[in-house]
């Protein structure tokens, strides 16, 4: 290759490195804070859940808990037309056509239940524990979501430093080519050191292609839970990781019984049981309801052969006091009592069997965080030696003292260990993540 050549292609590499790093500058900046919060706006299940919290709302409202009065207004007409014949024993048959007769009505009837056995208000109760509950349900989803959603976006962030990593691993496989030729056209190697050279750049854009790619479908993945344009893929993301102190992840996991959410549920879940049997209970004691009407009707006759037409009308006040007392119902209450305290000792072992499973995944979890963390560090390490390793490598392989096979062996270990701990890194965090959702505290922290 002549000198010519040689400043064109690298002017060409230049041009080619300057519009990719432009490129990156345009693309805006997605931080973790801001996928968050768009999450919570508009991520689908966040927002189903949601709707299931005001639904809840809706529920415990004083307009459902039965303690307001009803009032019912009722009003009806009726006409007649009938033809009458009326023959007595002794006198003249009388035949009469078109009679007429109407009756009008209108009430307002006023009922309200002065006492039901309690039953009314342990069911108000019960469904504010249910709202409760369904804050809680809506709080495990949103966990889930964020973990997930972040789990993406680190997925992002891993591929796309991976993508700097390999960019510059071609770049150098590049000038490796570009100085292969030299030394084939110099004489100092032969043809077979080119095509090698030409090779690991084949091998290396192919890597670096189908990373790209992949770094595209974990964006739209990302766009997909975010509720974006599938398509609005030119953006970038928060590549700098850090993790909490072990000082305060102690303190989390100390107090995860307190704030982990399947525990919460589990204890709103037997508050919802135990209002259950007091509203069984309630059934054994008398009800007493108020009632009060005013009503009014008209009744228009037409006359008669015996007796003349009328109009009457009435109006008035109407008020009663009843009791319903169930004495016996054929034992099917007493039978909803037995099966609503059976129903909450099957909760208290579930939150037993719940309680040793929490404990168990936060021990699992917080190891699995350590080995994460070990296996990091020595990475960390593995990246500095491999990159030593490169560096003489490569002031050896352009004095002529090690092969272009050797070199390449060299620049793949130190690839492999740039990528390995890019993934190191990123699964860390992940796991750092599951620790603090099962300590209750991932909506607590900064991610």
């Known amino acids: 290759m002549t ?21 990156d500058s345009l693309d805006s900046l997605l931080t973790k804070q801001e996928v968050i919060s768009r999450a919570l706006d508009e991520n689908f299940g966040i927002r189903i859940a949601e709707n299931n919290v005001e639904i809840a709302d809706n529920n415990q409202n004083i307009l459902n808990s039965g ?12 006409y007649d037309l009938n033809d009458r014949v009326t023959e007595p024993e002794n006198g003249e048959t009388v035949d009469q ?12 009837n006023l009922g309200y239940t002065l006492f039901d056995g309690l039953g009314r208000l342990y069911n108000y109760r019960s469904l504010q524990e249910q709202y409760d509950l369904s804050q809680l349900e809506a709080r495990e989803t949103i966990e889930n979501t964020i973990l997930q959603i972040m789990s993406v976006y680190y ?12 960019e510059e691993t071609l770049e150098i496989s590049k000038n490796r080519v570009t100085r292969a030729q030299y030394q084939f056209e110099y004489g100092q190697a032969n043809n077979l050191v080119v095509l090698n050279a030409r090779v690991d750049v084949n091998n290396d854009s192919i890597s670096l292609i189908e990373t790209e790619q992949l770094l595209k479908n974990t964006k739209r993945d990302l766009n997909v839970l975010l509720n974006r344009e599938i398509t609005a893929n030119e953006f970038s993301v928060d590549t700098t990781v850090t993790f909490i102190s072990d000082l305060e992840l102690d303190s989390f996991v100390t107090e995860a019984e307190l704030h982990n959410v399947s525990l919460l549920q589990i204890e709103q879940s037997l508050e919802i049981s135990d209002y259950d049997i007091k509203i069984n209970k309630s059934g054994y004691l008398p009800s007493i309801d108020l009632t009060g009407s005013y009503g009014w009707n008209l009744n228009r006759s037409a006359a008669t052969a015996f007796f003349p037409g009328s109009t009457t009308t009435t109006d008035g006040l109407a008020a009663g006091v009843s009791l319903r007392w169930d004495l016996f119902d054929g034992g099917f209450r007493n039978i909803q009592v037995r099966n609503s305290k059976i129903r909450y000792q099957n909760q208290q072992i579930q939150k037993e069997q719940l309680i040793s499973q929490v404990q168990r995944d936060i021990a699992n979890s917080l190891g699995n965080y350590r080995n994460k963390l070990f296996i990091l560090k020595v990475q960390e390490e593995n990246v500095e030696t491999n990159l030593n390793n490169f560096n003489r490598s490569e002031e050896q392989y352009k004095l002529g003292r090690i092969s272009s096979i050797e070199f390449r062996q060299a620049q793949i270990n130190l690839l492999d260990a740039r990528t390995s701990l890019n993934l190191a890194k990123y699964d860390a965090k992940l796991a750092e993540l599951q620790v603090l959702q099962l300590t209750g505290q991932l909506l607590n922290v900064n991610l």
């Open 3 to 23: 000198l010519r050549k040689y400043i064109l292609s690298f002017l060409i590499v230049l041009f080619w490195s300057m519009g990719s790093n432009a490129q």
């Open 67 to 78: 303690y307001l009065p009803t009032l019912t207004g009722l009003a009806g007409a009726n």
């Open 97 to 108: 056509r078109g009679i007429e007769s109407n009756r009008y009505n209108a009430s307002i």
């Open 155 to 166: 997925e992002v962030a891993r591929l796309s430093e991976n993508i700097n990593v390999l």
